[in-house]
């Protein structure tokens, strides 16, 4: 698969505008992945992600025992695989090939890149913030990549035609629509 | 003004989907609001958001004296006003007056609401995380209140006639676009 390197000080582009994203992890045996609407960058340089991740599920286990994480970034073309990931649960074992939801290696981590997905940032945990009625990882960027032509030369994402996906609540999304410069 | 309340446990839905918002706070006597593309819901009930703001802001001053602030949410009609609070510093004064931003009484929290949104979460300090990269604060919402029409009887907005401003870096903004239900 033909790739595009992301200066990781422009990682923040790809989730600055607020999709979800598919969240890859491993046990070491077993690749999961799911869903999570509530991210955002919290710094450019270094490249930091906060993500809210219920301590209850696998993804959370997984982070928690090997540090590592592949933020996917899926469009409207893997709506299907975004739905399995956020209503399956990985304790019960594999939940990507029995979708058919296919894993390609990462470059730096061990957890999976999902291949359905248009951009890869590949991550490191660095901070846990953990209350009674929350929790929280903050990551950061160790490599991002993604398909050719998914950013510009400034970094922006092409949403006109790479359509990420913005949860507005139960089944509902919200598609990318007129892009416009403040000047 | 009439305005239609919102449970505190759907406030999330004004925001899952990845919007900027305004932050409105007050150090007691001059009210003040910044930009912040980096924020996102992180517990629905309680009604939880994290928040990335520097802790060189006026805005983090005033958060860590008064606790209180206000979540404003944007359309594109508000484009010059989110640009104000997000290019302009707090720190010189009154930066909200003199832009033709105008501010209305809240209901709960002492930081005043800005008049030009559809949407506003009154909020409290929870709990701050502060590392040399970053700064980041959670805040829990006392009070949601929109104009009338802004969310459906599920309280998802309707982004068709309320278009959000989703920040994909620089002077660039992504508006809303297809709305779509994974059935």
Chains 1, 2 share one sequence.
């Not at 990682?11 to 955002?40: E, I, M, Q």
């Not at 997984?62 to 209503?87: H, Q, S």
């Not at 950061?140 to 998914?150: F, N």
């Amino acid at each position: 698969m033909k790739t595009e390197t992301i200066d990781l000080s422009r990682a923040y582009r790809l989730l600055n505008h607020g999709p979800a994203v598919l969240v890859s992890t491993t046990d070491g045996a077993v690749p999961n992945a799911c869903t999570v609407a509530w991210c955002a960058p919290v710094s450019k340089s270094p490249a930091l992600f906060v993500l809210a991740i219920s301590d209850e599920h696998k993804t959370w286990a997984n982070l928690a025992a090997t540090r590592e994480c592949v933020l996917n970034l899926p469009t409207v073309d893997a709506l299907d695989a975004l739905w399995v990931c956020g209503t399956e649960t990985g304790h019960d074992g594999d939940k990507l090939g029995p979708a058919g939801i296919d894993v390609l290696p990462s470059r730096v981590v061990a957890p999976p890149r999902l291949a359905c997905c248009v951009a890869w940032i590949e991550a490191r945990l660095v901070e846990t913030l953990v209350r009674e009625d929350m929790s929280l990882v903050i990551v950061e960027a160790v490599a991002a990549e993604t398909l050719p032509g998914v950013v510009d030369a400034h970094g922006h994402l092409d949403v006109a035609r790479h359509r990420t996906l913005h949860h507005l609540g139960g089944s509902r999304f919200m598609l990318p629509g007129e892009v416009i410069d403040r000047a």
